[in-house]
């Protein structure tokens, strides 16, 4: 599976934006869709998760003000990000992979998405 990430840049505290990652090689229904993100000197963490039945899972860090969803005819997984915050500066990764337990696994990525959150 090739996924291309795109939508990142450099916003102001409070303001909005919205990745997008499209997917190809694969039947994009029956793949889920998760969120990273990576901050210098830090470990890459789980934002969000959307399963192939449109299932969401968030970080605590986010919830409520990330929104991640799937368009299944564009192909394509999204993270609208209202009320940014600096610390949610990061390059942020998409990714697919596996439920094992409720669990998300990721087994493919696409390449990262610098977000940039100026106070």
């Known amino acids: 599976v090739q996924l291309q990430a795109s939508g990142g840049g450099l916003v102001q505290a409070g303001e909005s934006l919205t990745l997008s990652c499209t997917a190809s090689g694969s039947d994009f229904r029956f793949l889920p869709g998760g969120w990273y993100r990576q901050a210098p000197g830090t470990q890459r963490d789980l934002v969000a998760t959307i399963n192939t039945s449109w299932g969401t899972n968030y970080a605590g860090s986010v919830k409520g003000r990330f929104t991640i969803s799937r368009d299944n005819n564009r192909r394509t997984w999204y993270l609208q990000m209202n009320s940014l915050k600096p610390e949610d500066t990061a390059v942020y990764y998409c990714?697919?992979?596996?439920?094992?337990?409720?669990?998300?696994?990721?087994?493919?990525w696409g390449q990262g998405t610098q977000v940039t959150v100026s106070s």
């Open positions: 990714s697919t992979g596996r439920f094992y337990s409720g669990k998300y696994t990721p087994t493919d």
